[in-house]
């Protein structure tokens, strides 16, 4: 607990950044899934406080995903009412612990480096193109919008756009100069002086946001933003009130095959959004400390279970906000908590205060975290690294941003397995050549895959050549390699090509392998 409270004067301001940045994304998560704006914020709380306390994650931050807006949006429209639907929340908490206990988080560790940082390159991509409609106060779609076709009917790129011919000089202004404030809080010079070490430049960005406003609001109520260009949460005008947006789910309804099939689907999605996230932000963070994936689906789990019980949204590990958590220099998971108590605090307490904050300073703040998650110096490295490594991080990107998050990393994990079978077929096969001697070793495992580079190399032998075929370093062989070999060998007379076999050929138990299948003498020892 000790260590915890020394990062504290890091994980302050940083769940501060984070808490502003979550509440309009959690509120635009909630609309676009046709639920109550409080249901987000619900999830919020839940995300920051529960799941920060039960999870071994030192920088995520879990709250409601734009990845799963579809999929609530039509559950919600089967359920009878939507108190069924908190219930099937409820039901995905549970079937997530029961992944967890049986240890299911494995699987984000499958997906590779490249897919990772593509991922995040992409999310980056996201949050810049995504966000400068909020930059220059144009909105059309609901904050945290991630696909490429938006509600309104325009993309991503369109929006961008559309959002230049429809300029707020207020909402520009503000933006710019947070973006610059950010820029300068990243020099040389700015972190030398320790007043801006305790400083927070995001914080700041949303202080003098908010100040400009009130400012030209005092000279003359035409130069402030509107009211849809402010955080717009809910506000209660008493106790009860508040407590009324709290919800109990519908327990009658646990035999709906709906309710079930819907926690089912949330579980798993949310489960590998969850892990995928998790090992994204392992990437980020400066400490490089690895989260036990199963304890995070435990932790997730029973974040739904709370959800739900209080009338919220699904949770998950969500990039955006980790990654906003991470640049803002948290250290450790007590930033997490605190953005949670803060949006519980402030909901009640203040919602007028933080109706006055500008979506643009909030704009700003993702815009340079987008940057700071796809710098070109990113790409350079990646393309350095080889093809095999470069073209997953680019399909990764490309299909992230044209389609969503989930079937792009599919996508992305698709083309690096292209790559590593490539890989290995290409160093399965070893060929070596000395006048007219010719060695064709086989090394590793040799399935079906290779049988096209084996036919090559064996076509490659000129007339009246010896050749000799090595299995000694194969641990494995295909029927159709078998076959490919003895093809080759009963016509090798022909072209007068002698063939002696080398197969004193071991498996992994250290176990002669029958090699009786060859119809080569064993000539070579």
Not at 144 to 154: K, L, R, V, W, Y
Not at 166 to 175: D, Q
Not at 343 to 358: D, G, K, R, T, Y
Not at 361 to 366: G, S
Request: aromatic share 8%; with cysteine.
């Amino acid at each position: 607990m000790k260590k915890y409270f020394q990062g504290v004067g890091s994980d302050l301001p940083a769940s501060i950044v984070v808490f502003l940045v979550a509440v309009p994304l959690c509120l635009g998560v909630a609309v676009a899934s046709g639920a109550p704006p409080f249901t987000g914020l619900i999830a919020g709380m839940t995300g920051g406080i529960v799941v920060g306390f039960i999870s071994k994650s030192q920088l995520s931050v879990s709250g409601p995903a734009a990845g799963l807006t579809a999929i609530v949006a039509a559950a919600i429209l089967k359920m009878p009412v939507i108190e069924a639907f908190f219930l099937a929340v409820v039901l995905s908490g549970i079937l997530q612990i029961i992944m967890g206990i049986f240890k299911l988080g494995v699987i984000g560790d499958y997906v590779p480096n490249s897919v990772i940082k593509g991922m995040l390159a992409a999310i980056g991509i996201i949050l810049i193109l995504k966000q400068i409609p909020y930059l220059v106060g144009y909105k059309t779609s609901f904050e945290g919008d991630e696909t490429f076709i938006e509600a309104s009917g325009e993309n991503t790129f369109s929006s961008v756009l559309n959002s230049l011919n429809h300029l707020t000089p207020i909402a520009v202004a503000i933006g710019i100069l947070g973006i610059l404030i950010l820029i300068g809080f990243e020099t040389k010079w700015m972190k030398k002086q320790k007043i801006f070490n305790i400083l927070s430049g995001p914080l700041v960005v949303v202080i003098v946001g908010v100040l400009i406003n009130i400012f030209l609001g005092d000279l003359d109520h035409k130069l402030t933003n509107k009211e849809a260009q402010l955080v717009n949460i809910p506000v209660a005008g008493s106790a009860a009130e508040f407590l009324s947006f709290f919800k109990l789910p519908d327990w009658s309804a646990i035999t709906n095959p709906d309710v079930w099939f819907t926690a089912i689907t949330l579980a798993l999605v949310a489960s590998l959004e969850t892990l995928l996230g998790i090992e994204a932000v392992d990437k980020l963070d400066p400490l490089k400390r690895a989260t036990p994936s199963n304890r995070e689906l435990v932790a997730q789990g029973t974040g739904n279970i709370v959800s739900g019980l209080l009338g919220g949204l699904p949770v998950t590990s969500v990039i955006v906000r980790s990654s906003a958590n991470v640049n803002a220099g948290a250290k450790t998971k007590v930033s997490t908590i605190l953005h949670g108590v803060l949006i519980l605090l402030c909901v009640f307490f203040v919602p007028n205060m933080l109706n006055m904050i500008p979506l643009a300073a909030l704009a700003a703040i993702l815009i340079f975290t987008g940057y700071k998650l796809a710098k070109v110096t990113l790409f350079i490295d990646y393309y350095k690294r080889g093809w095999d490594q470069f073209i997953p991080f680019i399909v990764t990107i490309i299909a992230i941003v044209r389609i969503d998050l989930l079937k792009g990393v599919l996508i992305g994990i698709a083309t690096g397995i292209f790559y590593i079978i490539r890989g290995n077929f290409r160093t399965a096969i070893f060929t070596v050549k000395d006048k007219d001697y010719y060695l064709i070793r086989l090394r590793k495992d040799i399935s079906f895959f290779s049988k096209p580079k084996l036919k090559k190399e064996l076509e490659a032998i000129p007339e009246n050549s010896k050749l000799m075929i090595d299995l000694t370093k194969a641990e494995f062989i295909d029927k159709d390699i078998i076959e490919t070999i003895n093809e080759f060998t009963a016509h090798a007379a022909l072209k007068n090509i002698g063939v002696t076999l080398n197969k004193s050929m071991y498996n992994e138990s250290h176990q002669l392998i029958d090699t009786k299948q060859f119809n080569v003498d064993d000539s070579a020892h």
